[in-house]
């Protein structure tokens, strides 16, 4: 296993690529901190504030209000194990899924 100063770089490269993907579909969001839980915030190509965060067993989005981190206008949650630990493309999948149940309400 690699030290954790590595695992680290590699790590925040993998959320910075990541972050460049939902860029390119005009999605701004940042990383709000690299220890778990994973936690993004941002904004969707429609202007909404959104709010994901993967905990324990579960992944949530929430997607408008004054702050969807607290009451949102939308939230769903899907089941994923351990997921305060997903890896960058582990978690960026689970977003995909549920801004497609965003989108299709």
Known sequence: ???KA???AEYEAGWSAALDELVS???QAKLVGIAAPVQLK???STGKPFYFRCR???CSLAV???DPADIPEWHREVIRENASYLPP???MAVLRVLLDLYESQ
């Open 64 to 66: 408008g209000g004054a």
């Open 56 to 58: 324990w067993n579960e």
């Open 6 to 8: 590595d695992w680290v």
């Open 42 to 44: 941002g904004q969707l």
């Open 25 to 27: 579909d005009g999605i």
């Open 89 to 91: 493309q582990e978690a």
């Open 1 to 3: 296993m690699a030290n």
